[in-house]
């Protein structure tokens, strides 16, 4: 059994989608977690955290903006005492033809599913560090990350740039037994989806709802994931049980991406 009483993790983009569902996950094992967003508490969150009173405290902050990821750390050392572990799965999506494909969708893409993990990562490593007591970081990819989409250029190749930092991380901080892994979900039955779903019905001429259907029947396990699919790994990436795990990209995604 998976247990992580005691243990204390940062998560960003926690207020819905696979963010709450592992956020639930952890404190539901005995973690004490701090939770980051861009947005003010949704229902779920406030829900959840009702139910969890001492064991879990929200920030709103942009994490794209100068000073902000060290503000949101600090502040995560001051509730929790220490990180042992960072869920770092705060992301953005959004999609063009190629050529009609501009610097501010580039611009925004980068700046949170890059750079924000990026200076996120490398803020919690710090601290980590500081503590000498090693740790787990979890970075969010995706299958995207795995291959080239015409459609969906710069949100693959940000997921592909989460992947590579997870590896260069990984042996940055190995000698301080410092566990830095990601996850590469599916297609994730999502809050994101409805945005998603919309924009291929855009591009591609397709019905509402129709691009949602095709990809969940294509999956080999005949249906899109759910945000609890992805939290019992997230527990076991954020649990001793993975203790000689570092490095890694794990699919979870339905049998899509084999490797």
Aim: charged share 15%.
């Amino acid at each position: 059994m998976i247990d992580l009483n005691g243990t204390t993790v940062l998560v960003s983009g926690g207020n819905g989608g696979i963010g709450l569902a592992v956020t639930e996950q952890y404190v539901a094992l005995g973690a004490n977690c701090v939770v980051i967003d861009i947005h003010a508490e949704s229902a779920e969150f406030s829900a959840l955290q009702s139910s969890y009173p001492q064991q879990l405290h929200y920030l709103q902050a942009d994490l794209t903006q100068p000073g902000k990821v060290n503000e949101v750390v600090a502040s995560a050392v001051e509730k929790l005492g220490k990180i042992d572990v960072l869920f770092n799965n705060a992301a953005i999506f959004d999609m063009a033809p190629l050529l009609e494909s501009d610097e501010s969708m580039y611009e925004r893409i980068f700046s949170v599913n890059v750079k924000a993990m990026f200076f996120l990562m490398q803020k919690v490593a710090g601290q980590m560090v500081a503590q000498a007591t090693g740790g787990s970081i979890i970075n969010m990819a995706s299958q995207a990350g795995r291959r080239g989409e015409a459609l969906v250029s710069h949100y693959c190749a940000s997921k592909a740039a989460v992947i590579s930092y997870t590896q260069s991380a990984a042996l940055a901080f190995s000698e301080q037994q410092i566990r830095v892994n990601a996850i590469s979900p599916g297609v994730i039955d999502t809050p994101m989806w409805e945005t998603v779903d919309g924009l291929f019905a855009k591009y591609e001429g397709l019905a509402k709802g129709e691009k949602k259907r095709m990809v969940g029947e294509a999956v080999p396990l005949g249906r899109m994931g759910a945000p609890h699919d992805i939290a019992g790994l997230a527990a076991f990436l954020a649990s001793e049980q993975s203790s000689y795990i570092t490095g890694q990209t794990i699919n979870v995604d339905g049998g899509n991406v084999l490797s």
